[in-house]
């Protein structure tokens, strides 16, 4: 350290020195800031090294610096926000001119962060909170708003949940708190709480929100950060904040892509070739007769590639005093599976005016969306990998819409469909008509008023509503062969075809108030902010049941829905407030405290409070490491914190009320059909997860901050955990319901680095790279100590009905894998049936399971890098999991021989896996088909060129291509490693896209 | 600020006994309040034992933790009743169903678990039932005259089907937690109740509301009469000693005497008429001219659709080369089949080609078997080939025509008077006082020559009267009905070594077995969430 302080000295001392030397004559600086669009940047200040001279620039970004001696200066133009720029200017006797080009800074520690109900600069937080702005999202074909950062958080894990378009992701932060309650994290919309139900018709809520408009993430990671929002927040919470209208001029942006989807891999069957030598191997005659003459690649025949576009246009401006945005989107997508679309529009407006001299600020916002979607029947997936291969697709008839399918004829119906065998997958996909309608508005009015009287506090008050409309309906012709043999109409003859519509109709309006009180106290070097408010929102669903028709046009007599509708709702009201405290810049403390009221819970029991506490420690701002060359930032952070989690759990289910069976489940007394009256069952004590969570952070930044990030370690504890719980029989109407029961814990690392590895005029390269260790572990699940209690089971298969592959189980990780060890023989085949007898009993039974792998990735990694050399920029995503184990149950349903020659009297394709095996009959529960499936997975490789100028000095041209999921590397046997809960049956695979995109900016 | 702060808090502390109810579900003041909705929640009370959940066929399952399909109340219970033993072998690797057969079930065992649960959730019906319908309860919704007098009734039944319940788990699982109407549910961890107390309180309650229930033949078809009490009762008095360890054929004699001899009661006169779409026939409320059936589970195609009970009986049973058509349904499941044990039993069939249908020609029509392309060697017991089928539980009506569904209209007696017949004569041999051997024998010859078509070929002597023989011949009249792991029990043969059939025991040959298997384990779920209950010995 002294020697750091002896350059330093040093450093000033020349600097005097030579300005000493230059004292002769008098001269000027002048010149102009803009950003990296050349933009002006009025406010900066341009200021002279070693002295207190200095300027600010005025609105066209200009400034003058004069009466200055002759001589060598060092000039240092700054901006929030943007990294500070010196140049070393001469001055003679005349007025030099010095223009400044600033950078944004990737690593601001200025940058406002959202947080929950205020702001906060980055280096003044406690918590530990993740920010994603624009600059940094994913791109490519990015449907949903997730998309866009994932894998670029560390303790975020984005897992989209399938390939078909809008399928929407399993967002995790820190491996979710729950168990059976909900995992999903809290999503905030500027300052409107989402809810976590979902809306008819979209696969995911957050589909209807264009991520073109949105402007940035914090994600809200550990409970003293999240605390704020109360019992909704055990998941962490995640902000977004969309884009705003900027000043000055209008402009215009455009953009457009097309992109590209194709499958990456099929799923490993026997080819039509294998497959017959494989019948004629193993099969009798009459099985061998099944083989046809056809080669048909089902899977051929069910993908496709698919062709989609996106468009974009936004006007960002001020009219009078007006600021706005205006944007409008329009999505089409079309999947990979045939029949799989989504086509959407959204529209945002954005109206941001001040008044009484900035003392009142409006912030009106308005999402809306039309999401029109087509739903493939992924049952043509399985279909396709046990559809016999040697037949044809069509069957040269009009039968069953000419589509080829496995017949029994009976004397009296020459067309019978062979009972249980797979249905012709095309006609699956092309026989079904599954599309919906979906509209959702988030409209939002926030008013903040700064008091004229005493202006360091202010009021704000919004109110928002989020609408949503989702309707649909499931078509199937009569002629299709899903229909055979058909369904009894009140005449008990049966009929075929039928049409399913559904609609739900969702509405949940926010009220909320604040005050925010923000104060320097320069006597005591003190800063203090505090906010206090009431919130309150009302969640409402209306779901309207309708009958099933047939296909002729009449009313399915079982299915008359017994209530014409359903509706759900509850209330949560709530009061919140949060202290900030930090002196002189170094030492910070934050208390926050919220308390809930919801409706979900029983009066008496429903009331949670949910404080947090934590403490920051600027190191690098205490006198013996500022001003250091290679530390330029160091802080560190504690937090505890405290918060609920009620999702996952129904609105009234704390009442034992009655409901009345449908049509189709009634008694027969005398000659008469009763529909029945259950009680339900009821859980009157229930109430909200609690989470506690310790977390010990630090924030470093190195070498100018060229190198940045986070160091976390943290600590969560669920209590009270919402779980499946066997209720005591007699004591209850359901012998299992969702209660507060068990506790788990979560250990993890999470580390993130940031660098600018080159940072120069011409090239600039930063790589990011988050690691995330997260081990869970269940350490109590029933009312009482239970020594032998086998746990619950999870995670069910196909292939055995009511088999599960999963078990919940104290001190293990939660879903994790309960299988027989397989026993190999010499040959190293695994032997048909032949498990290890674990507890040595002679006998095979469940007590010879034991608790395997975890579904759960131990460790998982993320890296980007982007390089930009001149006009070109050149980037890359990538994401690797290690230690997560996926359940191949396609291999072990269907890669046995009494699955290829069945007890149907039938021949079925399935997994090639049964040549490796041989494996005879379902060996559902061995290890054998646990897989590692650790990856690591190129998510996006993107390359860009700006064309800069394109009319005159007006549009901008930029353009891009994109290659999204480009390779996987991973040792898993099946098509995708990556699944969001460790069973591999039959996903609608992840396509690899290519895009095209064009961004052109007025 | 602080005033907004305490205003705030004002306003939540309003939220906190906000009641926001559901529209779609109704309390139990609602549902009680008129002589429909008592009827209603007495339709559940009976359709327990039917349906299994709330969406026919399947959704809303009443039992969570099993699969609802397999949750049925009478495929629970025949599984538990007939897989342990000679009479039943089953394809199905779903979990814990091999293990019944193989005789290596735990207490985590998922079928046994699912039956412990079903019943006991059918008690808690009962249970909750009744406590909406003393007297002063319905009263209290001014409800009078007729329909107090019906909801009287109904709460006598709803103490049979409850007695009925904790029949089934005395001779399941020996010592269930036990609760009645007395106490409020939810109110406390149920007691654990022995074997012996709870056969006490069966015997009791059964006497105590004989006097209540509806005369035999009275009450409409699917609903419990006084006949119903008095079959219950001989079957539980037949089992006194596997139940008590003292024995007591005399009351066995006693109510099963009272069955017979009400006028109504008796056989119909085919027996491959009994199992069928149209057996309401087979008693007089559900129209016919005899009452065989005394109690049924019943089921409709259209109106009680569910993956148990006759559904289960009918489909899991055809396979291989048997006709769904003549079955009644859509197709087969390919699953149970029976043993070389059972087919011994019954003379050789005059042809094993199908083409005499069900009973292939033989003089003992009860053998309702199909032979073609099935071995009566089991070398697999996951091979639907190995193994006799059987075709006794049809959806087709007594002219053979079926509406050829995925759901049956098959009703399944729980009682049938042929049971009596037996039960009396096993307890006159076993030495009951009040019977005479003569009239034993003439009710077992009653069932053989209708069993023979009519034909004296099957009528046996006195001498011939023995008990091995009454155990052989349950075997061939209520053969796959539910009885056989009681009988073999009762007659010491379940798990001794004494007598075998195929893969008793995981062994081809067949093996003897521990003792303690006679009763099923308590399900290791509910030991851990009661500690009033004890694990049955052995597990």
């Not at chain 2, 017979?260 to 057996?279: S, V």
Request: proline letters at 5%.
């Amino acid at each position: 350290m002294r020697k750091n302080y002896f350059k330093k000295y040093v450093l000033l001392f020349v600097l005097i020195t030579m300005s000493f030397m230059a004292f002769a004559q008098t001269g000027g600086i002048t010149g102009k800031v803009v950003d990296e669009k050349n933009q002006p940047l009025p406010g900066s200040s341009v200021t002279i090294d070693g002295t207190t001279i200095g300027q600010s620039a005025d609105v066209n970004g200009a400034y003058a610096i004069t009466h200055l001696k002759a001589g060598t200066y060092i000039v240092t133009a700054k901006f929030l926000g943007y990294v500070a720029s010196k140049k070393t200017v001469t001055v003679a006797a005349s007025t030099v001119t010095v223009n400044f080009a600033l950078q944004p800074d990737n690593n601001n520690l200025n940058e406002v962060v959202v947080i929950g109900y205020g702001t906060a600069r980055k280096k003044d937080l406690t918590g530990s909170i993740a920010t994603v702005t624009e600059k940094d999202f994913n791109t490519g074909e990015v449907t949903s708003p997730e998309q866009l950062i994932q894998g670029k958080v560390a303790g975020v894990s984005i897992i989209s949940n399938s390939g078909a378009p809008g399928a929407g992701s399993q967002i995790l932060i820190r491996g979710g708190a729950s168990v059976n309650g909900s995992n999903a994290p809290l999503i905030v919309v500027d300052g409107v709480p989402l809810s976590n139900d979902g809306i008819a018709g979209v696969a995911s809520p957050l589909d209807l929100i264009n991520p073109n408009d949105i402007a940035s993430f914090s994600i809200l990671k550990d409970a003293s950060a999240a605390a704020i929002y109360g019992n909704r927040a055990s998941n962490g919470v995640i902000l977004i904040t969309t884009k705003k209208g900027q000043n000055g001029a209008p402009q215009i942006n455009f953009s457009t892509q097309l992109s590209i989807g194709k499958l990456t891999k099929e799923a490993p069957i026997l080819s039509p070739s294998q497959f017959r030598t494989y019948i004629k191997q193993y099969g009798d005659s009459a099985q061998i007769a099944q083989l046809g003459t056809a080669n048909t690649d089902w899977q051929k025949e069910i993908y496709q590639t698919s062709v989609s576009n996106d468009d974009n246009i936004s006007i960002t401006g001020t009219t009078g005093k007006l600021p706005y945005r205006v944007s409008i989107g329009y999505t089409d997508q079309n999947g990979i599976l045939k029949t799989s679309s989504l086509n959407r529009y959204t529209a945002n407006i954005n109206l941001s005016p001040s008044f009484l001299t900035n003392h009142l600020k409006v912030d009106f916002n308005f999402l809306g969306s039309q999401v029109k979607q087509s739903f493939a029947n992924t049952g043509a997936i399985g279909s396709a990998n046990s559809f016999n291969p040697t037949d044809p697709v069509y069957s040269g008839n009009s039968i069953y819409g000419g589509y080829y399918e496995i017949l029994a004829p009976t004397g009296a119906n020459p067309e019978a469909l062979k009972s249980l065998a797979p249905l012709n997958p095309l006609g699956l996909l092309n026989e079904e008509q599954n599309k919906s309608t979906s509209y959702r508005g988030i409209g939002s009015l926030a008013v903040d008023y700064k008091l004229h009287f005493f202006p360091d506090l202010h009021a704000n008050v919004s109110v928002a509503y989020d609408g949503s409309n989702g309707q649909g309906y499931n078509d199937f012709p009569a002629y299709a062969a899903s229909q055979y043999p058909g369904t009894a109409d009140v005449n008990g003859v049966l009929q075929r075809g039928s049409n399913t519509r559904y609609k739900t109709v969702v509405g949940n309006s926010t009220l909320d108030g604040h005050l925010s009180y923000s104060h320097d106290f320069k006597s005591i070097k003190s800063h203090v902010d505090a906010v206090a408010g009431y919130s309150e929102q009302l969640f409402s669903t209306t779901t309207t049941n309708y009958a099933t028709y047939f296909g002729n046009g009449e009313v399915n007599p079982n299915s008359i829905p017994t209530y014409p509708t359903g509706i759900g709702q509850y209330d949560l009201a709530s009061v919140y407030g949060r202290l900030e405290y930090n002196y002189n810049s170094t030492y910070y403390l934050t208390g926050t405290i919220r308390q809930d009221v919801s409706t979900r819970f029983a009066p008496g029991i429903r009331t949670g409070n949910f404080p947090s506490i934590a403490a920051g420690w600027v190191i690098s701002n205490e006198d013996f490491l500022k001003g250091n060359p290679v530390i330029s930032n160091l802080k560190l952070r504690l937090e505890y914190g405290v918060t609920g989690n009620q999702d996952g759990i129904g609105d009234y289910e704390y009442l034992s009320d009655y409901s009345l069976s449908t049509s189709t489940a009634q008694y027969q007394f005398g000659q008469q059909f009763y529909q029945e009256y259950r009680p339900g069952a009821f859980f009157p004590g229930r109430t909200w997860e609690q989470t506690a969570t310790t977390n010990f952070g630090i924030d470093y930044g190195f070498l100018n901050n060229r190198i940045s990030g986070s160091l976390d370690l943290y600590y969560r504890a669920t209590d009270h955990l919402l779980a499946p719980q066997n209720e005591p029989p007699l004591t209850n109407f359901g012998n299992v319901i969702t209660a507060n029961i068990g506790d788990m814990v979560d250990r993890g690392v999470e580390l993130g680095i940031t660098g600018q590895i080159i940072q120069s005029k011409d090239i600039n390269w930063s790589v990011g790279i988050n690691f995330t260790l997260n081990r869970n572990k269940i350490t109590s699940l029933t009312v009482f100590p239970t020594p032998n209690f086998p746990g619950f089971q999870q995670g069910g298969i196909s292939g055995g009905v009511g088999t599960y592959i999963q078990l919940d189980q104290v001190g293990y990780a939660k879903n994790s894998f309960y299988t027989y060890t397989q026993v190999y023989g010499t040959d190293g085949k695994p032997l048909d049936g032949v498990y290890l007898d674990k507890n040595g009993d002679g006998v095979i039974n469940s007590a010879d399971l034991s608790v395997n792998h975890s579904p759960d990735p131990q460790e998982y990694f993320g890296i980007n890098s982007d390089v930009r050399v001149k006009k070109w920029n050149l980037g890359f995503v990538a994401r690797a999991n290690l230690g997560n184990y996926v359940y191949n149950n396609i291999a072990s349903s269907t890669g046995l021989q009494t699955n290829f020659l069945n007890g149907l009297g039938i021949i079925e394709n399935g997994s090639s896996n049964v040549l490796k095996t041989g494996f005879v009959s379902g060996q559902y529960l061995s290890d054998y088909y646990l897989e590692n499936a650790s990856f690591f997975r190129m998510d996006n490789i993107h390359i860009g060129y700006n064309f800069g100028k394109v009319f005159g000095s007006t549009g901008d041209l930029k353009i891009s291509g994109n290659v999204q999921n480009v390779f996987i590397i991973t040792k898993y046997t099946g098509v995708d490693p990556e699944t969001t809960n460790g069973i591999d049956n039959n996903n609608y695979p992840r396509p690899r896209t290519y895009t095209l995109g064009l961004n052109l900016a007025l | 600020m602080l005033a907004v702060a305490l205003l705030a808090v004002g306003i939540t502390s309003c939220k906190k006994n906000l009641i926001l109810s559901p529209n779609n579900q109704i309390s139990s003041q609602q549902v009680f309040s008129t002589p429909l909705g008592y009827t209603e929640a007495m339709a559940k009370v009976y359709g327990a034992y039917a349906t299994t959940g709330n969406t026919g066929p399947y959704g809303n399952g009443d039992i969570q933790g099993v699969d609802e399909g397999t949750s049925d109340f009478f495929r629970e219970f025949w599984n538990c009743e007939e897989l342990p033993t000679d009479e039943a072998v089953i394809t199905y690797t779903d979990p814990g169903v091999q293990d019944l057969h193989n005789m290596v079930w735990t207490a985590t065992n998922a079928i046994s678990q699912g039956l412990y649960y079903r019943c006991l959730f059918q008690i808690t019906l009962c249970n909750n039932f009744l406590q909406q319908a003393t007297p002063a309860m319905v009263a209290s919704h001014g409800i009078t005259g007729n329909d107090a007098t019906m909801i009287a009734q109904y709460a006598a039944e709803a103490r049979f089907l409850r007695a009925y319940q904790y029949w089934v788990l005395m001779d399941t699982f020996g010592n269930p937690p036990f609760e009645t109407d007395a106490t409020k549910i939810g109110s406390g961890i149920p007691p654990q109740i022995s074997r012996t107390a709870l056969f006490n309180y069966i015997v009791g309650e059964l006497k105590a509301i004989d006097p209540l229930m509806v005369k035999p033949n009275q009450n409409q078809y699917g609903r419990a009469d006084e006949t119903a009490v008095w079959a219950l009762l001989a079957r539980v008095y037949l089992n006194a000693q596997v139940y008590t360890g003292t024995a007591d054929y005399t009351d066995a004699i006693t109510y099963s005497k009272k069955v017979i001899t009400t006028t109504g009661y008796g056989l119909i006169p085919d027996f491959t008429q009994l199992m069928l779409a149209d057996d309401s026939l087979n008693c007089i409320p559900g129209g016919g001219k005899t009452s065989e059936f005394i109690l049924t589970i019943n089921y409709d195609a259209n109106k009680t659709q569910g993956y148990g009970g006759s559904q289960y009986l009918t489909h899991a049973a055809t396979g291989g080369s048997i006709p769904p058509l003549l079955m009644g349904i859509d197709g087969g499941y390919d699953g149970s089949r029976t043993t070389s044990n059972i087919i011994a039993l019954f003379p050789a069939p005059a042809t094993t080609d199908g083409s005499q249908w069900p009973s292939n020609g033989n003089p003992d029509t009860r053998a309702e078997f199909w032979y073609p392309g099935q071995s009566p060697v089991i070398n697999n017991l996951l091979t639907f080939t190995d193994g006799i089928g059987v075709v006794k539980f049809r959806n087709v009506n007594r002219e053979g025509v079926g509406s050829n569904t995925t759901f049956t209209n098959t009703d399944l007696p729980l009682f049938r008077v042929p049971e009596q017949y037996l039960i009396y004569a096993e307890a006159v041999l076993r030495g009951g006082s009040g019977g005479d051997a003569g009239t034993a024998l003439g009710y077992i010859n009653q069932l053989r020559t209708r069993a023979y078509g009519g034909s004296n070929a099957g009528i046996i002597t006195q001498a011939q009267l023995t008990t091995d023989f009454i155990l052989d011949e349950r075997a061939r009249e209520l053969f796959w009905e539910g009885f056989r792991r009681t009988d073999l029990i009762r007659y010491g043969r379940f798990t001794s070594a004494s007598y075998l059939w195929p893969w008793k025991g995981g062994v081809k040959s067949g093996t003897g077995v521990a003792d303690y298997l006679n009763l099923y384990p308590i399900p290791s779920s509910d030991i851990a969430d009661n500690p009033n209950l004890k694990q049955n010995p052995g597990y």
